[in-house]
């Protein structure tokens, strides 16, 4: 006897539950935490005073006009990042020669964080949005080259010979064989970059603005308003997560042959 198919609410409690139940054995361990006494007074807010916080800042607009800024600069900067990361790793995948040559330099920026870029961002394009968005797209196109690089150079030549072989032209083997054959590679790509893109934009905030989420950690951080830098970072996390939830479904619908 075949057992019951859930109702479609059902399945999403399914999907849900166990990030539900893991959500709230992290808010529980919080608040006792919080209310254990191990943290100095004041250094460790309860969820529900976090929560008092994130709503003031809410209220009063600040939190709006944060999001605004930050999301345009990460979302600047991550598109500029991952067009630019994307086209040199298929390039770089599909030709030995280029990869011989941009590589070797490609693994040794890897290493060199964005934050350690932001004196001379700024000492180069001042403390504009360019330094800020350039810093963003410069740490997304690393980590995209990356996976993007990878991908290419894992498709079987085999196929793109057979290809070659039936005529096709290069844009019809890179439309039809590559970029499929590589689609998941690129859809990985773009969620790290993504998560990357929020880690560039807080060191870049730190080098200098007056509006963002991480501006604003810096400055409540001046002031000992723990309740608001947990509020801040929350948003952060919640951010990250909304972003790779989107892209994930975007993925699930243009490449639906992918795993993810």
């Not at 900067?77 to 599909?94: E, M, N």
């Not at 920026?109 to 350690?116: D, G, N, T, V």
């Not at 990356?146 to 290069?170: C, E, F, I, M, N």
Request: positive net charge; proline residues 7%.
């Amino acid at each position: 006897m075949h057992a019951p198919t859930p109702s479609p609410p059902g399945r999403a409690l399914n999907r849900l539950g166990p990030a539900l139940g893991a959500a709230g054995a992290v808010l529980a361990l919080w608040y006792l935490l919080a209310r254990s006494g191990a943290v100095g007074p004041g250094l460790l807010p309860t969820p529900a005073e976090t929560a008092a916080a994130l709503a003031d800042s809410a209220r009063s607009g600040i939190l709006a006009a944060d999001l605004a800024a930050s999301l345009t600069r990460a979302g600047q900067g991550f598109a500029l990042g991952a067009l630019c990361g994307s086209a040199l790793g298929f390039a770089t995948g599909y030709l030995p020669r280029l990869s011989a040559a941009v590589t070797p330099v490609i693994s040794f920026l890897r290493p060199i964080p964005a934050i350690a870029l932001v004196p001379l961002a700024t000492a180069w394009f001042g403390i504009g949005e360019t330094a800020k968005r350039l810093l963003i797209a410069y740490a997304v196109l690393l980590a995209v080259w990356l996976y993007v690089h990878d991908g290419v150079t894992r498709v079987p030549v085999s196929h793109l010979r057979a290809a070659r072989s039936l005529g096709a032209p290069l844009y019809r083997r890179f439309t039809e064989v590559l970029l499929p054959a590589a689609a998941p590679a690129l859809l990985a790509a773009l969620r790290y970059g993504a998560s990357v893109a929020l880690l560039a934009l807080v060191a870049a905030e730190l080098g200098g603005a007056d509006s963002g989420l991480a501006y604003r950690l810096q400055v409540d951080g001046q002031f000992l308003r723990v309740d608001r830098m947990f509020a801040g970072l929350l948003v952060l996390g919640l951010l990250g997560v909304a972003v790779d939830l989107v892209l994930a479904a975007v993925g699930r619908r243009f490449v639906h042959w992918s795993a993810s």
